[in-house]
């Protein structure tokens, strides 16, 4: 039969497929067309397309990823002592003590011609072999073991530790849906059979157990297994992961050429590369990977070019084992740098994540980071630079405040080198006045101490090097809100937060007491951003 229809419906199914096929890629198309056509920027602002709620929610995917493995971790829990339970019960009524409607549920199946209930099958049965032998024990009991390899590996400490561990152990994913599409299969949950219920009246028959071999309006009741139907929830997600995969293996043969190597002294590994149509917007990041290191690990790093350069950057800090062979690879260490021609291959994915550009949406903007959550921002001041020195774009944007907060003394060498060319060029068009940066700088010893202290009144600072002076110590938030409101008694101020989740805290109560109650004073609108 169904031959026979493949036969004389293959033609039909083909076409439809095709033109269903044709219409999703010329939606997607179109758009993406209006997404990026300048003519219709105004059309998606009114519409709420510039990185609208929803978007902000999709930058939220990793949340939502631990939400999901929460959820699943707490349902399995549940899941797996309630058949614990259950396996104790099914043993409990097949004892000398069961009695009744149990005790004669439990002994179906002894003779011909009857199907069991109860998988336990005499009181003597050992439950944990006896789980052990069928299909939905042994694939419950991968499910369990792959969840919790999964879990504990993820957790932030793992992750500092070895990084790889955290990787390969996620891959277990695989073992986890397999098992969980069959775990169903051995059908241990057995219920009444639609034909059985047709001649079996439960409602009738429950109370006259002892007569169902001889009453005709109760013949014994026949059982089955439900049909496993988990991989009905997990085809979903596999087939969208495998095309996701698809597309990645496609972007992976995409050639990227390393335009230039950059080793800085702080152990961050500056790289430029193109790639054809590539696109990005400040604040989004890619996903690298070195095939002569592994051709199996993607690590994520935020762009930290503009979209106005002609190829585009990452910086890297050595961190981790990967990141030390990356280093390695580029023999950045020594400062030695290649011909691009000898240089290790790199594939690139991405650019992912919403783009930062809320803030041109703002008269006056304020960017605090916090160590390593300067780096988007490295893209959105140079993206700043640019627009300002457009002719033909108007910048709703005339005041940006720029915070960062750092510990080591060394991070500031890679980032002060993009303020000191910023402060430069801003100097020479004579727009000093755009940019206002504060570097805070909260460790250091004895040494460094007396080594600042004796270069206090040099015109540039000793660390960075920037005209600006490094404060020592943690900001005063309530100071400086209080110096911004003041500043800019009349404005709708944007305030752009990327570290630590104190930090953000401490951002979003300032941003609530210095908002004025009067509509037209100063408001701050916080906005926490991702990396």
């Given at each position: 039969?169904?031959?026979?229809?493949?036969?004389?419906e293959s033609?039909?199914?083909?076409?439809?497929?095709?033109?269903l096929g044709?219409?999703?890629?010329?939606f997607?198309?179109?758009?993406?067309?209006?997404?990026?056509?300048e003519?219709?920027?105004?059309?998606?602002?009114?519409?709420?397309?510039?990185?609208g709620?929803w978007?902000?929610h999709l930058?939220?995917?990793?949340?939502?990823?631990?939400l999901?493995?929460?959820?699943?971790?707490?349902?399995?829990?549940?899941?797996?002592?309630?058949?614990?339970?259950n396996?104790e019960r099914?043993?409990?009524?097949?004892?000398?003590?069961?009695a009744?409607?149990?005790?004669?549920l439990?002994?179906l199946?002894?003779?011909?011609n009857?199907?069991?209930?109860n998988?336990?099958r005499?009181?003597?049965?050992?439950?944990?072999?006896?789980?052990?032998?069928?299909?939905?024990?042994?694939?419950?009991?991968?499910?369990?073991l792959?969840?919790?390899?999964?879990?504990?590996?993820?957790?932030?400490?793992?992750?500092?530790i070895?990084?790889?561990?955290?990787?390969?152990t996620?891959?277990?994913?695989?073992?986890?849906?397999i098992?969980?599409?069959?775990?169903?299969?051995?059908?241990?949950?057995?219920g009444?059979?639609?034909?059985?219920?047709l001649?079996h009246?439960?409602?009738?028959?429950?109370?006259?157990?002892?007569?169902?071999q001889a009453?005709?309006?109760c013949?014994?009741?026949?059982f089955?297994?439900?049909?496993?139907?988990a991989?009905?929830w997990?085809?979903?997600?596999?087939?969208?992961?495998?095309?996701?995969?698809?597309?990645?293996?496609?972007r992976?043969?995409?050639e990227?050429?390393?335009?230039?190597?950059?080793s800085?002294?702080?152990?961050?590994?500056?790289?430029?590369?193109?790639?054809?149509?590539?696109?990005?917007?400040p604040g989004?990041?890619?996903?690298?990977q070195c095939?002569s290191?592994?051709s199996?690990?993607?690590?994520?790093?935020?762009?930290?070019?503009?979209?106005q350069?002609?190829?585009?950057?990452?910086?890297?800090?050595t961190?981790?084992?990967?990141?030390?062979?990356l280093?390695k690879a580029?023999?950045?260490?020594?400062?030695?740098?290649?011909?691009?021609?000898?240089?290790?291959?790199?594939?690139?994915d991405g650019?992912?994540?919403?783009?930062?550009?809320?803030?041109?949406h703002?008269?006056v903007?304020v960017c605090i980071?916090?160590?390593?959550?300067?780096?988007?921002?490295?893209?959105?001041?140079?993206?700043?630079?640019?627009?300002?020195?457009e002719?033909?774009?108007?910048?709703?944007?005339?005041?940006?405040?720029?915070?960062?907060i750092?510990?080591?003394?060394?991070?500031?060498?890679?980032?002060?080198d993009?303020?000191?060319s910023?402060e430069?060029?801003?100097?020479e068009?004579g727009?000093?006045?755009?940019?206002?940066?504060?570097?805070?700088?909260?460790?250091?010893?004895e040494?460094?101490?007396?080594?600042?202290a004796?270069?206090?009144?040099?015109?540039?600072?000793?660390?960075?090097?920037?005209k600006?002076k490094?404060?020592?110590?943690?900001p005063n938030w309530?100071?400086?809100?209080?110096?911004?409101?003041?500043?800019?008694?009349?404005s709708s101020?944007?305030?752009?937060s990327c570290?630590?989740?104190?930090?953000?805290?401490?951002?979003?109560?300032?941003?609530?007491?210095?908002?004025?109650?009067?509509?037209?004073?100063?408001?701050?609108?916080?906005?926490?951003?991702?990396?």
């Open positions: 039969m169904m031959g026979c229809w493949m036969l004389n033609v039909s199914v083909v076409l439809a497929l095709s033109w044709v219409n999703l890629y010329l997607i198309d179109t758009f993406r067309w209006y997404g990026e056509e003519s219709f920027f105004y059309t998606r602002v009114i519409l709420g397309c510039c990185r709620p978007r902000r930058d939220k995917n990793l949340q939502f990823h631990k999901v493995a929460y959820g699943i971790a707490i349902n399995a829990t549940i899941h797996t002592a309630a058949h614990l339970c396996l099914y043993h409990l009524s097949q004892s000398a003590e069961a009744g409607l149990l005790a004669a439990s002994k199946g002894d003779t011909t009857e199907s069991y209930i998988p336990i005499t009181s003597h049965t050992n439950t944990t072999t006896e789980l052990l032998s069928t299909i939905a024990g042994v694939t419950g009991l991968l499910i369990s792959a969840l919790i390899l999964i879990m504990t590996s993820s957790t932030e400490f793992i992750r500092q070895s990084y790889e561990l955290f990787w390969y996620h891959h277990m994913f695989i073992i986890f849906f098992s969980l599409s069959i775990h169903g299969a051995g059908r241990i949950v057995r009444q059979t639609p034909e059985s219920l001649l009246n439960v409602t009738f028959c429950r109370d006259h157990y002892a007569k169902w009453a005709a309006q013949p014994v009741p026949q089955s297994g439900k049909e496993p139907s991989w009905k997990v085809a979903g997600p596999v087939v969208l992961y495998a095309c996701e995969r698809v597309i990645r293996f496609w992976f043969q995409q990227v050429v390393i335009t230039k190597v950059v800085h002294p702080s152990g961050v590994l500056e790289l430029h590369m193109k790639k054809r149509n590539f696109k990005m917007a989004q990041y890619v996903l690298l095939p290191i592994s199996l690990e993607w690590h994520p790093f935020t762009l930290t070019s503009a979209p350069e002609d190829f585009f950057s990452v910086h890297i800090r961190a981790g084992d990967w990141t030390r062979a280093q580029f023999e950045a260490e020594g400062q030695a740098i290649k011909e691009p021609r000898s240089l290790p291959r790199l594939a690139v650019p992912f994540g919403a783009a930062l550009t809320d803030v041109f703002y008269p903007s980071a916090a160590g390593i959550g300067v780096t988007p921002f490295a893209a959105l001041l140079k993206s700043i630079w640019y627009k300002s020195c002719s033909q774009t108007q910048l709703k944007l005339s005041k940006v405040y720029f915070y960062w750092c510990r080591d003394p060394s991070a500031f060498e890679w980032f002060a993009l303020l000191l910023l430069t060029r801003m100097s068009q727009k000093t006045h755009l940019l206002s940066y504060h570097i805070f700088l909260t460790g250091w010893d040494n460094q101490a007396i080594h600042i004796l270069h206090w009144d040099e015109n540039t600072d000793v660390i960075t090097g920037l600006q490094t404060f020592y110590g943690r309530n100071n400086e809100f209080r110096q911004i409101a003041y500043n800019h008694p009349s101020i944007g305030v752009f570290g630590p989740k104190a930090l953000s805290k401490t951002i979003q109560r300032m941003c609530r007491v210095y908002s004025s109650a009067d509509p037209r004073g100063v408001h701050f609108y916080y906005n926490k951003e991702s990396f």
